[in-house]
């Protein structure tokens, strides 16, 4: 059954991540409120991003092959998330900024200056995509965060071989780096 | 030549290369200020589409919670008898009053009424900490932070003004609609966006589901809360009381 639902969050089906979700959710809350002293609604934060985790995970294939199955490696990547938020002595609610907490945290933090560059760029990097549009939104979605092969883009979407597909891929490509060249102007501007 | 050197690229990011190809291809990112600058470009569009897919992971994370009724216990103390006896008196005469009532009405608006709950903004969430500057929302932006002040009307007013509504748009328009007692122009967004939404499917059900109840019309509602009853979604507990109560 895990193996079912492996397969579809690798597939990025969103349902089934709602339905991870819901499942496991109250039993999660229960046991951390059980082991550490917390609010209901700080413990609903850290599953809530422990779950995003464990999707990101799954999908790039970071599940550690330690855990047969799904439950104890989502409850053991929620407690890491908790560990984290009192070593940052975390005050805010962690839902305020879920992306930030997809990736485990090290002991050090970036500088500040180059973070926030980097903030910035992604910022851009997300106007240029909302700006580019299906199906080349998709298309490099699929190449780029769920390692789809070009003979499964030329599948999935359509395309006589995988040259086109590839040329395809290619053009999409070039097109979002060239709405990044706008929008880095423009963030240069502002 | 660029065609070459992306997929290059993309063969170092997946981890394809072999150790020399790797050791040979630092060295070019050294030596050449346009691979480079390529090599960046694709490491960042490749982040940001990272992100926008968690976005759409968080977003489908929060639908999820916004469709539980919470049943964990949010504290502790001391159980006393003094505190809670008046209560658990006041609450066994509403129940009792909700059991007539019920009793006497299991009409259509009656379920509406007892159901239907404005649903939370998951589509652009507004950050407590948000620095965001007035001139740079976008009139989404603005029309879900007059839904979040329960401002309708002018949520509705600003949603209506969006070209090209996406799904979530459209749904949230129909909910300013519900929440503010238009069900006619809640239902006539909902009816054809039902068949097509795909993130939104079964919020769109559910909530055209109880449009139609406050409507009257409940061949039409019951026709939803069928096929919601046997969805395996949030809304299945809720649909099947709905079709017992009917």
Redesign the interface.
């Known amino acids: 059954m895990d193996e079912t639902l492996i397969a579809s969050l690798k597939n990025?089906d969103?349902?089934a991540?709602?339905?991870l979700?819901?499942k496991y959710?109250?039993e999660f809350?229960?046991m951390i409120?059980a082991k550490y002293k917390m609010?209901?609604d700080d413990a609903?934060d850290i599953y809530?991003v422990a779950?995003?985790r464990l999707?990101?995970n799954v999908?790039k294939g970071k599940m550690t092959m330690m855990y047969d199955s799904i439950k104890p490696y989502l409850f053991s990547i929620g407690l890491n998330v908790y560990k984290e938020m009192v070593r940052e002595d975390m005050k805010?609610?962690l839902s305020?900024?879920?992306?930030e907490w997809?990736d485990d945290r090290g002991e050090g933090q970036e500088a500040t200056d180059e973070a926030l560059l980097k903030e910035r760029?992604?910022e851009a990097?997300?106007k240029?995509?909302?700006k580019l549009g299906d199906p080349c939104?998709s298309m490099?979605?699929r190449?780029?965060?769920f390692?789809a092969s070009i003979r499964q883009l030329m599948e999935e979407f359509g395309y006589k071989n995988e040259a086109t597909a590839?040329n395809k891929k290619?053009k999409c490509?070039q097109q979002?780096?060239e709405l990044?060249q706008k929008e880095k102007i423009q963030m240069a501007l502002a | 030549m660029e065609?070459q050197d992306?997929?290059l690229i993309?063969r170092y990011?997946?981890g394809e290369l072999s150790e020399s190809e790797e050791e040979a291809f630092r060295q070019r990112l050294k030596a050449e200020k346009d691979l480079s600058q390529l090599f960046e470009?694709?490491r960042?569009?490749?982040?940001?589409?990272?992100?926008?897919?968690?976005?759409?992971?968080?977003k489908?994370?929060?639908?999820?919670?916004a469709?539980?009724v919470?049943?964990?216990?949010?504290g502790g103390g001391t159980f006393s008898w003094k505190v809670w006896l008046p209560a658990a008196a006041s609450v066994a005469l509403l129940v009792i009053a909700a059991w007539f009532f019920l009793l006497r009405s299991t009409e259509p608006q009656a379920l509406y009424a007892e159901y239907f709950e404005v649903y939370p903004n998951v589509e652009a969430p507004i950050?407590?900490?948000s620095s965001a500057q007035a001139d740079s929302l976008t009139a989404k932006d603005l029309a879900f932070r007059r839904y979040a002040d329960e401002d309708f009307d002018m949520a509705i007013e600003i949603f209506e003004s969006i070209q090209k509504p996406d799904e979530g748009t459209l749904f949230y328009l129909g909910m300013s609609y519900l929440a503010n007692d238009e069900a006619t122009k809640a239902a006539a967004i909902w009816e054809p966006l039902s068949e097509e939404a795909v993130?939104y499917k079964t919020q769109v059900q559910w909530y055209l589901a109880l449009a139609w109840l406050k409507l009257d019309k409940e061949e039409k509602a019951k026709v939803i809360f069928e096929e919601l009853a046997e969805s395996?979604t949030?809304y299945e507990e809720r649909s099947r009381a709905i079709l017992k109560a009917l």
């Open positions: 990025g969103m349902q991540l709602g339905e979700y819901s959710r109250q809350i229960a409120r609010s209901n609903m809530q779950t995003l999707y990101n999908v805010i609610p305020s900024n879920p992306l997809v760029l992604l990097t997300k240029a995509i909302e939104q490099l979605t190449f780029y965060y390692r590839k290619y490509l979002l780096r990044l | 065609e992306i997929a993309d990011l997946s470009d694709v960042y569009l490749q982040k940001g589409l990272e992100r926008a897919e968690l976005e759409k992971a968080w489908a994370i929060q639908a999820a919670e469709g539980i919470d049943t964990a216990p949010t950050y407590r900490d993130d395996g949030a």
